[in-house]
């Protein structure tokens, strides 16, 4: 048994509906709700009992006051130090603070300073969020490990693998040009792929403007179709998620979703 990965936000920086638009998507997420997503960000619960959030974006509050009932993660692991993954940690820090720091919450070094620099209150003693460590952390039954990919015009950001006896999937939401060799290393022979993609095609956009890849790339990229199965976040109000995907092994993510990570079938509800 592996657990589940539960989608808490599956939307791009700016969420949808986007507050000023009123495009059929944004519509639609306002009438029924389909395509009404938050920031990204994702609860993974081993099946040991443990659990680890996966980013804490502005929405984070709300994702969790979702979930029907008090809830603290036993980890966080944030991946870069964008407003859309790291601004809900001021509400961590602050339970942080009153729990005796007993939260541990992890970023790659590389990331520190930066999070230091915005929270720089919350790093007058001893930091709040830790390195992670070089040989990975082991929590809620996996191995997981960071790894830096490039993110475009936005510099870089890191994504997750996660390696256990019986599962091997990756989290990775904003990320675009991923090399031959950092495929080999890092994104080969998995169960799952978690895959940003925050436009449906834009082939059009002047390619050094861009952060994140887009669906159709995603359906070409070879190391992504290696994948036992992929679900793709991080959508923009360009994609609705009620229309399929050509390639059965590729689904969009949705706010709500679950998945179970010991077989290829999913589940909606609480995690």
């Given at each position: 048994?592996?657990?589940?990965?539960?989608?808490?936000?599956s939307a791009d920086s700016k969420g949808v509906p986007r507050f000023?638009?009123?495009?059929?998507?944004?519509?639609?997420?306002?009438?029924?709700?389909?395509?009404?997503?938050t920031r990204p960000s994702a609860l993974l619960r081993g099946w040991n009992g443990e659990t680890l959030l996966l980013d804490c974006g502005p929405d984070l509050h709300a994702q969790f006051a979702r979930l029907g009932?008090?809830?603290?993660?036993?980890?966080?692991?944030?991946?870069?130090?964008?407003?859309?993954h790291l601004l809900g940690l001021g509400d961590l820090l602050d339970y942080a603070g009153q729990a005796a720091n007993s939260l541990k919450i992890y970023a790659p070094a590389a990331v520190l300073p930066d999070i230091q620099a915005r929270f720089a209150y919350a790093f007058r003693d001893e930091p709040p969020v830790l390195p992670v460590p070089a040989g990975g952390l082991d929590v809620c039954g996996y191995q997981v490990q960071a790894f830096e990919v490039p993110h475009g015009a936005n510099g870089t950001s890191h994504a997750f693998r996660f390696v256990s006896p019986q599962y091997r999937w990756v989290y990775m939401t904003d990320a675009i040009g991923v090399g031959a060799g950092l495929?080999?290393?890092?994104?080969?022979?998995?169960?799952?792929?978690?895959?940003?993609?925050?436009?449906?095609?834009?082939?059009?956009?002047?390619?050094?403007?861009?952060?994140?890849?887009?669906?159709?790339?995603?359906?070409?990229?070879?190391?992504?179709?290696?994948?036992?199965?992929?679900?793709?976040?991080?959508?923009?109000?360009?994609?609705?998620?009620?229309?399929?995907?050509?390639?059965?092994?590729?689904?969009?993510?949705?706010?709500?979703?679950?998945?179970?990570?010991?077989?290829?079938?999913?589940?909606?509800?609480?995690?």
């Open positions: 048994m592996s657990g589940t990965l539960h989608f808490l936000g000023w638009c009123n495009c059929p998507v944004c519509h639609e997420a306002r009438v029924s709700g389909h395509n009404r997503r009932g008090p809830f603290v993660p036993d980890a966080v692991l944030i991946s870069h130090a964008h407003n859309d495929a080999d290393d890092w994104l080969s022979n998995l169960d799952l792929l978690v895959l940003g993609t925050s436009f449906s095609d834009e082939s059009a956009a002047v390619q050094a403007s861009r952060s994140v890849y887009d669906v159709q790339e995603a359906l070409a990229l070879p190391w992504a179709r290696s994948a036992r199965r992929v679900l793709l976040s991080h959508l923009s109000h360009d994609i609705d998620v009620r229309r399929a995907l050509p390639d059965r092994r590729f689904a969009y993510a949705t706010d709500g979703l679950s998945v179970s990570l010991n077989s290829t079938v999913p589940r909606t509800g609480r995690p």
